[in-house]
């Protein structure tokens, strides 16, 4: 492909205009997060102010691929067990969601059902913070949506070329592109100013060798992408399972009785995530337009 070609392609999804901006309210916050006498009162009121927005956060929160034992039913208890950095990233989920949510559902469960594996890997190894970890799952693919909504012809030409050839959908991207939604989503990451623990992560899924400072958090995703896709949870609009990269196996550190256990705690998780999609879905077909439940 021509070289000006891409940069064109390259252009446009570096200056996305269709997704939704995001919410005025992330802006705000990120000011509020830079003062240090900033209390978890005063974000939880910012927040609330959006109801739609609050009842979709508390959902995310109390979802299973957190896991929390206790109901969390305040904004100011999510606010304090999460932390700033994953409600933030959060606020941006919910607001992106919405379109993947009507558009394309398939993305949508395979998105939740790699957040649970991450959650679920990210506690058993002691990772500092596992909450970073399980929402850099849930929006790693957030590049395929870009594309989507930016370029909507040429998705259509790679899912075709990924069908006819037989091929994986990263590479009938990078043919078509150029580039990829990995990095695509990287640099979304890195516009919407999200930590570094969640932009390697998403921009490194399919090569988490590339990661600089986060490889343990980009190899967790990297692994729960491809197990996720081993079992079918979503197909993330790619019917082929990616190979499992070879270091970031060893980084892991997993044992066959580690990864039965692991898959063992996944798969019970699964059904509670399945229930919170089809509620999703309910939502979308008989309450659009509505706000949802609070809790």
Known sequence: MEEDKRAEFRRALREIKNLP?????VLKLSKMAEDPDTTTEQMGKVISKD???AA???????SAFYGFPQRISSLNSAIILLGFSVIKSLI???SIFEVMESQDIELWEHSLGSAVVCSVLAKRLGVKDPEEVSTAGLIHDIGKVAIKMELPREYERITELARSRQISRIEAEREILGLDHAEVGGWLARSWNLPNKLVEPIATHHDPRQA?????AASIVHFGDVMIRGLGY???GDIWVPPLDNRAWRMLELTPNDLDLVLEEVEEK???VKGFS?????????NAGAPPSPV
């Open 56 to 62: 979709k956060l508390l959902k995310l929160v109390n």
């Open 270 to 272: 699964l059904w509670d």
């Open 92 to 94: 941006i989920s919910a």
């Open 51 to 53: 109801h739609i927005l």
């Open 21 to 25: 901006t995001l919410p005025g309210i």
């Open 234 to 236: 979503g197909h993330a």
């Open 212 to 216: 600089k400072e986060e490889q343990l």
């Open 278 to 286: 089809l509620e999703i879905q309910a939502n979308l077909e008989g």
